[in-house]
């Protein structure tokens, strides 16, 4: 039995052919997993920041930095 090269190329074909029909069967799982993931990363990011932004005592807002105090009433900036 000889191979030639239309063969090997085939035979390529039909391995990549087989195995990409595992991409049917998970079809958007993988997807939604990621989705989901990064979506509670980024709440968690956030309860995460909130408590952060609570710890400081820098203001937020440009408007209300009047200066910024480490300590009350003392000033840094």
Do not use: H
């Amino acid at each position: 039995m000889t191979m030639n090269s239309t063969d090997i190329f085939f035979l390529i074909g039909d391995l990549f052919q087989w195995t990409f029909q595992a991409f049917e069967f998970i079809g958007n799982f993988v997807n939604y997993f990621f989705i989901l993931l990064i979506f509670s990363g980024l709440c968690y990011w956030m309860t995460v920041q909130k408590r952060l932004n609570n710890l400081s005592n820098v203001p937020a807002e440009v408007n209300e930095g009047k200066g910024w105090y480490k300590e009350k009433g003392r000033q840094i900036k």
